[in-house]
């Protein structure tokens, strides 16, 4: 991948943490709250080049490599979930996918629009009966001369409130293949959403197409290969922007356990203190770090282009969000009457990691495909064992 200097790309990461220390995080209460990532906040994103931020620079992108695109992910997850949540749609699940599967006409059309922030991208994939079971869409897709026709409905996708192109997955009686949908195409419209445990900022909403004419340029890779080959490129790009969210939100909640531990008394001391307050904080510490080394072995495979990077990305985004929930729910204990109000970020933190457990494969899903990896790797491998 083409990359600007290494000078170059410490200085986006770096601006990506203060950016996210003085002007994301005083914000990520009132965004939670209102339910709306602000357009202003969106388009300094852009113009930060934040948006591009993993996308090559042949292609308007600031070209980081996977472990500083990762830092710069915790550095706006620990500030704000749903902020994070725009890097993750945006920049991984479409941006990145468009860069490993579009044609080269495709690339030119979008990506530069998408690498700057002028369009705002979404990813299509679900609906009221697929989730973790992709491949069971029902939004359907039919060739007419030198368009192709789209009918169907999607539900709960991240950001379709303010999308400009959605990536959308569609079947022909069981070939899918994936396109690439302009909001102002006739026949698409937008239901917004409300009402959601986290990510109550991501501007979540329904995309329904009707009789929806995409031109035969958009199709994405080829036909029948939109679950094989341009879904689980989407979901790879998306798991590891999701694991290291997970390390964001466990170290946020992690302050916060601690800044509230060595300012509150109980009994006459800090409840610092006591040893099971510091049992908490002591998993704690040792889970973060372990999660943010797991982020980075995938991120190091994934720069290596190994096999095994797929995978790795399943353990981390795997071990990153069930941590973030422990971690989360052990701020919410420390702090107790104050973890559960929302002047306090602990329970928003809460709140946030549970959706890491469900979004981009469930935690029983990414188990599932674990197990049957060590199953693979590891079983009859020790020495004298009869089978």
């Known amino acids: ?61 600031q070209g980081l490599d996977a472990l500083e695109y990762g830092e710069l992910t915790e550095s706006i997850g620990k500030a704000c979930a749903s902020t994070r ?21 495709l690339k030119e ?14 990813f299509a994939l679900s609906e009221e009966g697929a989730g973790s079971d992709a491949a069971s869409i029902t939004t359907t897709y039919r060739k007419q001369g030198d368009v192709f026709v789209l009918n169907g409905r999607k539900k709960w996708i991240s950001f379709a409130g303010i999308a400009d192109l959605f990536l959308v997955m569609a079947t022909d009686n069981g070939t899918n293949s994936a396109f690439l949908v302009e909001r102002d195409m006739a026949g698409v419209e937008i239901q917004p959403m409300s009402g959601f445990l986290g990510n109550r900022a991501t501007h979540i ?19 029948g290969v939109g679950f094989s080959f341009v879904t689980n490129t989407a979901l790879f790009h998306g798991r590891y922007s ?22 509150r008394e109980q009994f006459g001391v800090k409840i610092g203190a006591h040893q099971l307050v510091q049992k908490m904080v002591a998993d704690a510490v040792t889970q973060v770090g372990a999660a943010r080394e797991l982020c980075r072995r995938a991120g190091r495979l994934r720069m290596e282009r190994s096999p095994d990077a797929v995978m790795e990305t399943h353990v981390a985004k795997y071990f990153s969000s069930t941590i973030a929930q422990q971690v989360t ?59």
């Not at 949540?85 to 044609?103: C, F, I, K, M, Y």
């Not at 999701?242 to 300012?263: F, H, P, R, S």
């Not at 469930?362 to 990896?373: F, K, V």
Request: charged share 25%.
């Open 85 to 105: 949540a725009l890097l993750t749609v945006h920049t991984s699940l479409v941006g990145e996918t468009l860069v490993d599967r579009a044609s080269n006409r």
């Open 242 to 263: 999701i694991a290291w969210a997970g390390v964001a939100i466990a170290q946020a909640a992690l302050e916060v356990m601690c800044t509230y531990a060595t300012g």
């Open 205 to 223: 909403a329904e995309i329904s197409f009707t009789e929806v004419e995409v031109p035969a340029e958009n199709l994405v890779s080829a036909i």
């Open 1 to 61: 991948m083409q990359r600007a200097s290494e000078e170059l790309r410490a200085d986006v990461v770096a601006r990506g943490a203060a950016f996210a220390r003085t002007e994301i995080a005083p914000r990520a209460a009132e965004f939670d709250r209102t339910g709306i990532l602000s357009r202003e906040v969106v388009q300094q994103m852009a113009d930060a080049g934040f948006l591009g931020a993993s996308i090559p620079v042949k292609w308007g992108g």
């Open 109 to 122: 059309k979008y990506l530069p629009d998408l690498a700057t922030g002028r369009k705002i991208g979404c």
């Open 329 to 387: 729910s052990d701020a919410v204990q420390i702090l107790g009457g104050n973890g559960c109000w929302d002047r306090y970020p602990a329970e928003r933190l809460f709140r946030e990691a549970k959706i890491l457990e469900i979004i981009e494969g469930t935690s029983q899903l990414q188990q599932l495909m674990i197990a049957d990896y060590g199953y693979k790797k590891f079983a009859g491998n020790e020495p004298g064992w009869e089978r």
